[in-house]
């Protein structure tokens, strides 16, 4: 019976037929920094139970995780020459927890450990090797085995500083009410939202959509999704009041968990401001849907509304201080040919906007240039002409495009691709990153739900993982991915990166980064594109670190 372990680094993706490349014995890390690294392992036998156990001065800190295969069952039809996938089959993505800090072995494959390290600000500077053990016996029972390995981890003499990147993840909160078959807003629905959210602001998520009505997003044209809504509606006649305390209790308990920016959802209709979002109300018939599909965005009844609930929404952000902290949407990722009816929904909305945030995916330059929107979040693959023109804040995102040559997090893709898109954000002098899936569970359209462990692909829709970042666990608990961790360490980079311009000059910083790129600049087009690549690229600015630290 043999039992062989490999160390690799965060950004190797572990196949049962692949075996890994070695060398990866040792990392650094800053205080106040989270690093992760992998265990590798192939054992002869199946079946075998596993005992896992570490020792290290950061012990106490450590969380250890499985990495389990998900089906990839639709792909691009563009792929790059480093897509991991060409056909659709099992990639490594899904981190579950030991069971009794025991793995079971399966005869013959690569299977890996994902080991994360959370480094507090006050930990001392220096070497904190950890101590792997792997302690098993064979199917008799007969021959017991004992493997120890060491990843010498080393923490540098500096804390990493806290995050300047606004960061969202769009949340849905409907897609956990059907996942867990709770009714929206009873108070276990209540509790699954703060696990989810508690765990997106530990990855550095800082910004909340935040459902006043059942957000206006992917969805069937004359179909709905699930009634997600936090303000309460009186409609008499054409006169509307309003209750906002279930709104309230959503403020106090997102910032309990960290938020610092509520995104409020989008006051109309995707792709185009054409209709109305759905909005439930009480009448005198009972409650009912008097906004959707079916009532258009020029509606007078609508603009009614608006005139009414606006004024009286930001009053109540006001009263907590809000104002500073709120980001409004029109409509998400409207087009050229849609510049009459965005245009007019963005100069209604306006009105009672004033000294509000209000930002949109807008990736073409004609609806910007109109006036339309103060701030466009403009799609990676489309920011070029956005980045050699002023804008108030440079918001950027990538979504279920592009598949190919530029940074993503699909599945198939290598972890470096995700990796890297922190450091090229910090070239751009990006202020905030926006991505529309953070935990949707449905299909496209939502026109039905989905089983994240059994499809990634929101029903062969889009690029795997690109729906979501976290699985679904038992009881509200929420499991994290690969592609998640290492966006984190992204966002990390960048805060090294600014953590540099305490003493490096910031031309200085990127004359270094580009020496990283083929031609004159790091770009999103230009840039590692290998996992030792993006390792060599870090090591080179805990170097610069180390050496001004020694001043």
Same mark, same amino acid.
Request: hydrophobic share 40%.
């Given at each position: 019976?043999s ?8 950004l190797?993706?572990v196949?049962?037929?692949?075996e ?7 990392g650094?890390a800053l205080?106040?920094?989270?690093f ?8 002869s036998?199946?079946w ?8 290290s001065?950061?012990?106490?800190y450590i ?12 792909l691009p039809?563009e792929?790059d020459?480093?897509?991991l996938?060409?056909?659709?089959g099992?990639?490594p ?6 069971w009794?800090n ?9 299977q890996?450990?994902?080991f994360t ?13 950890v ?24 923490v ?6 806290e995050q300047k990147l606004?960061?969202?993840h ?10 867990y ?19 997106a ?12 009505f059942?957000p ?5 044209v004359?179909?709905e ?6 303000v309460?509606?009186?409609k008499?006649?054409?006169k ?5 305390s ?5 403020v106090e308990?997102?910032?309990s ?13 995707q792709?185009g401001?054409?209709f109305?979002?759905?909005?439930m ?6 409650e ?10 020029d509606?007078p009844?609508?603009?009614?509304f608006?005139?009414?609930f606006?004024?009286?929404l930001?009053a109540?952000?006001?009263r907590?201080?809000?104002?500073e902290r ?26 009672y ?19 339309c ?6 799609c990676e693959?489309h920011?070029?002409?956005?980045r050699?023109?002023d ?20 599945i198939?893709?290598?972890?470096c691709r995700?990796r !890297?898109?922190?450091?090229?954000? +910090?070239?751009?002098?990006? #202020? ?6 953070f935990?949707? /569970? $449905? @299909? ?5 739900p ?8 929101a ?9 979501f ?6 009881n ?5 991915? !690969?592609?998640?961790?290492?966006? +984190?360490?992204?966002?990390? #980079?960048?805060?090294?990166l600014?953590?540099?311009?305490? /003493? $490096? @000059?910031?031309?200085?910083?990127l004359?270094?980064l580009n ?13 590692p ?6 390792l ?12 001004a630290l020694?001043?």
């Open positions: 019976m039992f062989k372990v490999k160390f690799v680094s965060s190797s993706k196949f049962p037929d692949r890994p490349e070695g060398g990866y014995r040792s650094s205080k106040n920094e989270v992760s690294f992998q265990a590798a392992f192939c054992c036998e199946q075998l139970d596993v005992e896992v156990k570490t020792d001065p950061l012990a106490g969380t250890v995780r499985e990495v389990s295969l998900v089906p990839v069952e639709h039809e792929l020459d480093d897509a996938l060409r056909t659709p099992l990639a993505d899904l981190l579950r927890p030991l009794n025991k793995i079971m072995t399966d005869a013959g494959v690569w890996s450990l994902w390290v959370k480094i507090p600000a006050d930990f001392p500077a220096g070497k904190a090797p101590r792997i053990t792997f302690t098993g016996c064979d199917q008799q029972q007969k021959r017991r085995f004992k493997v120890t390995s060491v990843f010498n981890l080393k540098i003499d500096a804390v990493l500083p606004s960061v969202s769009w949340f849905h909160g409907d897609c956990l009410a059907t996942f078959r709770e009714k929206v807003f009873s108070e276990k629905h209540w509790q699954i939202c703060e696990n989810f959210i508690r765990n602001v530990a990855h550095g998520m800082d910004t909340l959509l935040t459902p006043v059942t206006p997003l992917d969805t069937q004359g179909g999704r699930p009634t997600i809504q936090l309460g509606i009186k008499d006649g054409q509307y009041s309003f209750d906002f279930r709104l309230k209790r959503w308990m997102a910032e968990c960290g938020i610092r920016f509520f995104e409020m959802a989008h006051l109309f209709t792709w401001a054409g109305t979002p759905k909005i109300a009480e009448t005198a018939e009972g009912k849907r008097i906004f959707g599909w079916d009532i258009p965005a509606s009844e609508y603009e009614n608006l005139a009414q606006l004024p009286e930001c109540f952000l006001d907590l201080n809000l104002r709120v980001i409004f949407h029109c409509s998400d990722e409207p087009r050229k040919h849609h510049l009459k009816s965005y245009a007019y929904a963005s100069g209604l909305i306006r009105k906007l004033h000294g509000f945030k209000i930002v949109d995916a807008m990736s073409r330059m004609e609806l910007f240039e109109s006036g929107v103060d701030i466009p979040a403009v693959h920011y070029e002409p956005f050699k023109i804008l108030k804040e440079r918001f950027i995102y990538y979504c279920c495009e592009p598949f190919s040559r530029y940074p993503n997090r699909f198939h893709m290598p972890s995700n !890297i898109f922190g450091t090229l954000m +910090y070239c751009y002098n990006i #202020d905030g990153f926006m991505h529309w899936g935990n949707f /569970y $449905y @299909s496209r359209f939502s026109r039905f989905v089983d994240p462990f059994g499809g990634t692909t029903g062969h829709a889009f690029p795997a993982g690109d729906a970042l976290v699985y679904p666990g038992d509200g608990e929420v499991l994290d991915s !690969i592609r998640h961790e290492v966006f +984190y360490e992204a966002l990390q #980079d960048m805060r090294l600014q953590l540099l311009e305490t /003493y $490096y @000059s910031r031309s200085e910083l004359r270094a020496r990283f790129a083929a031609g004159k600049e790091l770009d999103l087009l230009d840039y594109k290998t996992e030792n690549m993006v060599k690229l870090r090591k080179k600015l805990e170097s610069m670190l180390r050496k020694k001043k």
